[in-house]
């Protein structure tokens, strides 16, 4: 240890300022949250210089985890509420993986304007999301939005999206997914540019039809770059807070483990700190639990060393 110290010495001491950093902003609200899950905090339990009120809060073991667990309606239904997670972090990745790769193979042939093309796509992710967000909201709206007036037009019915109906989870879901193709089309066409010419030229000798040519060079080559934007996206959108809370607010047809959360710790007359952070250790759980697995069936498949 003291000759690692001793020979790189520099690297350690440029290296320290981002562990700090990163100590103090991302493992002590952690350490703290996970502490936090055992005990009953709230709003009337915390310490409050203001109030000159110290801290009254108590040890309280596993009771949050079970009371979460258990399903209960009072504790923000939680099984419930992580299938509809899972509802809306499945649709929207494969909603956005599969149009970002559509959007990729055709930016990825010759054509006149691909450059101008290739900027106005990725407009969507220039733009800030929360002025996307309310964008998306306004244009949403029953009565003043140009989407009801669209269908109005066509002699289609103008439902209420972002009411108390399954719509408002199918509004929210569109503006992910029109806010998260940039990103895989992108991503997809530099995997897609990686690919040798060679191989679509030896396929095409062999007589390989355009499917097939598909489906044995281009998939295949884009395996390492589906598997990490994949992986992203699963973990962006399982924590996508900002889209649901800005276009729907809190509709409990929209709710996800992240917004219940936000929800719990922020509204209501006596702000649940414990049961907001059991969410958050639980959210954390599940992806890495998720991640392990993907990892471990993509190191079957040889894709990771």
Known sequence: MRASIGRYWYAYAMALPVVVVIAVLVLYP???GVYFTFTDINE????NPVLDREASYEFVGLRNYLNVLSGDASFGAFWATLLRTVIWTGTCVVLTYGTGLGLALLLNRPMRFRGLYRVLLILPWAVPAFISAFAWKYMFNSQYGIINQLLGSLGLPQPVWLGQSDLALVAVIIVNVWLGV???MVALLGGLQSIPADLYEAAEVDGATPWQRFREVTLPG???VSSTVV???VIWTFNMFPVI???????????????YAFERFFSGASRDYAVASTYGVLILSVLLVFASFYRRALRRQGELV
Not at 44 to 47: L, M, R
Not at 249 to 258: M, S, Y
């Open 44 to 47: 009337s339990t915390i310490a």
């Open 222 to 224: 884009l395996r390492s």
């Open 30 to 32: 952690l350490v703290q």
């Open 231 to 233: 992986l992203l996206g």
């Open 245 to 259: 809370y800005l276009v729907a607010g809190q509709n409990p047809n929209t709710r996800i483990l992240v917004t």
């Open 182 to 184: 940039p990103f895989m």
